[in-house]
């Protein structure tokens, strides 16, 4: 192997040694002397050569494997024991207490609180930031523009929240200070995909966590279109197989918060409407809300089943009573996992 001397001050003029104009005679002496020195230890180097060369040789080839194994490891394999921007912001839209939100707390070391006391409700066509949070922390109540296709009616009054592009774009724009694309946007936008619906060879949901990161966004298509933050995977928050024996099997499986169906928030708001400031006795309960999901590709998966706003939630409970709910996969025609190429 050859051996590199680095030029001091070669390339940075401030640190440039002082050259004297004329012969200095004890400069000369040091320099036969270093001359001397230096073959001495040629020598010494030629005798001891095959011993040193050997060493030099295994060296380099440790430190080329460490950098082979960098360049092919997969780009993903995250855990959550750092702060994300996308899930600071999206973790402060669950309600207070809510596991996950401490447990990411706990992990990363962050004090992400709950911005409204029972979380964000879901409403159909939900964007305005403004609206969300302009009686913070009450709600506001605000009639429908549209209808939903399953419950919501257009001129009916319901808790303002977000839908789930609403809660996305709003994260997104919190991370990142630039807008969130359309939704088919992103799903042709195939440079920035993880993986999508194209790919030959797509993973189990057990391995998706080794190529995915937490704050990538998911885009499935089904045959309306739905969209979600994904946030790590069970495993990662801390949960085993004791704390969750009904899903001891999907511990890997990948988690998602969005703003979705969800009947456990459904009653919570139901109860504040009943029970809470008289403005709220107008309104129509909501449908979900701001939540945390687990991706399923089998309804089996969870041990729970209920029908509730004319829709279907199907859950596991957590430790503290928290419905993890599912996020089924079937029928998915398209799909991807998007990473912002500012990452």
């Known amino acids: 192997m050859g051996v590199f001397y680095f030029a001091v001050g070669a390339h940075c003029p401030q640190h440039a040694l002082a050259v004297p104009s004329q012969p200095d005679a004890s400069l000369e002496k040091k320099a036969k002397a270093f001359y001397t020195f230096q073959q001495l230890g040629a020598e010494r ?11 030099s040789r295994w060296g380099c080839l440790c430190v080329l494997l460490v950098l082979l194994g960098c360049m092919i490891a997969p780009a993903g394999a995250e855990d959550v ?19 996950f939100l401490a447990r990411y707390n706990r992990l990363t070391g962050g004090q992400i609180e709950a911005r409204l006391p029972l979380g964000v409700p879901y409403l159909w066509g939900g964007r305005a930031e403004s609206h969300v949070f302009a009686k913070e922390p009450d709600y506001v109540v605000q009639a429908a523009w ?23 774009a709003w994260a997104w724009q919190k991370a990142y200070g630039s807008e969130l694309s359309p939704m088919d946007r992103m799903l042709a936008e195939s440079e920035c995909h993880v993986l999508d619906h194209r790919n030959v060879s797509i993973p189990p949901l057990e391995e998706l966590h080794r190529l995915l990161r937490p704050g990538d966004v998911l885009i499935m298509e089904h045959p309306g279109k739905h969209i979600a933050i994904y946030i790590g995977t069970l495993r990662m928050y801390g949960y085993t197989e004791a704390d969750l024996p009904a899903l001891a099997g999907h511990l890997d499986d990948p988690l998602v918060i969005h703003s979705t169906v969800n009947a456990q928030i459904s009653d919570r708001f139901a109860e504040l409407i009943a029970n809470g400031l008289p403005k709220y006795r107008v309104a129509q ?3 979900g809300g701001v939540c945390v999901s687990m991706v399923c590709e089998e ?8 029908f509730q706003q004319n829709q279907i939630t199907r859950y596991a409970e957590l430790p503290d009573g928290t419905w993890l709910t599912a996020l089924m996969w079937e029928h998915v025609t398209r799909f991807c996992w998007y990473r912002s190429p500012e990452l």
């Open 146 to 168: 549209q209808s939903s296709p399953a419950y919501y009616r257009a001129g009916v009054k319901y808790l303002y929240g977000f839908d789930c592009t609403g809660f996305v």
């Open 81 to 99: 024991s750092v702060q994300h921007p996308m899930l600071d912001h999206a973790f402060s839209l669950l309600e207070e207490g809510n596991p």
């Open 45 to 55: 180097r030629v005798r001891g050569g095959m011993k040193r060369v050997s060493f």
């Open 285 to 287: 309960v909501t449908d």
């Open 299 to 306: 309804e089996a998966v969870m041990p729970d089943t209920v």
